[in-house]
């Protein structure tokens, strides 16, 4: 099978870096994910700014599109793409940063062959996200509604008896949080479903009703399932 360039889009809470994660390990992917590289790069300068990459960010303000589109073209210049398949989380975020990727791919003589998109139901996704609480001392995750600790207020792992949440977690915040990250995937969601790219992932189950979900939309098969 010829390597394919994949582009998955989705919110916070989705699972799609989970998935991202299980292509690389299970299938080979190369996983390009632009929080890591924006992370790995915060001290570099970006041209005709004068400022730091994190220092730009720290103040909620954006980088430019091609700055974005430049720091992944020189991850994408360290992967022998005749031989790899590659997944883009995070990029692109804008229809500018769209093209760029169209572009970038026409360099490397591949093309964006499939766009995931991961949906999940709003009621499951806040669940999922206010939920979720963590075990101050050996940091166990739990969830009221999916996973509780079996004995009521002590860790199942440690026996310790306090927990922390996170604290943007709140309702308010993350129902702004989704509505953002809503309203900019949709705009993607239209530009590539006009090429015929586009699978919608039932990102609502399991993490193996996910897996498989990816599996089958990327014409590959479990092997361990299998
Ligand atoms: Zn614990």
């Keep these: 099978m010829q390597p394919q360039w994949v582009v998955m889009l ?9 998935q991202a994660e299980y292509l690389k390990k299970e299938n080979d992917f190369y996983v390009i994910s632009v929080g890591d590289l924006l992370r790995a790069g915060k001290d570099e300068i970006v041209e005709g700014e004068g400022r730091a990459i994190g220092e730009i960010i720290g103040e909620g303000s954006l980088l430019p599109d091609s700055v974005i589109t430049e720091l992944v073209r020189t991850e994408i210049n360290t992967i022998n793409t ?9 990029f692109p975020r804008t229809i500018g940063q769209a093209t760029a990727l169209t572009q970038l791919a026409k360099e490397f003589t591949k093309a964006v062959g499939k766009v995931l998109h991961f949906v999940v139901d709003e009621k499951v996704l806040f669940k ?9 001392n050996c940091g166990r995750l739990y969830n009221d509604f999916f996973c509780k600790t079996k004995v009521a207020g002590v860790c199942d792992i440690c026996g310790c008896t306090s927990f922390e949440k996170r604290e943007d977690d709140n309702e308010k915040a993350l129902k702004r949080r989704l509505d953002e990250s809503h309203a900019k995937t949709e705009v993607l969601v239209d530009y590539y479903s006009q090429y ?3 699978k919608t992932i039932d990102a609502t189950g399991s993490v193996e009703s996910i897996r498989a979900a990816v599996l089958n939309s990327l014409n590959l098969r479990n092997e361990e399932v299998a």
């Design 10 to 18: 989705g919110g916070p809470g989705s699972g799609k870096g989970t």
């Design 196 to 198: 015929g790219i586009l």
């Design 82 to 90: 005749a031989e790899k398949s590659v997944i883009f989380d995070g």
């Design 128 to 136: 999922r996200i206010l939920g979720r609480f963590k075990c101050v």
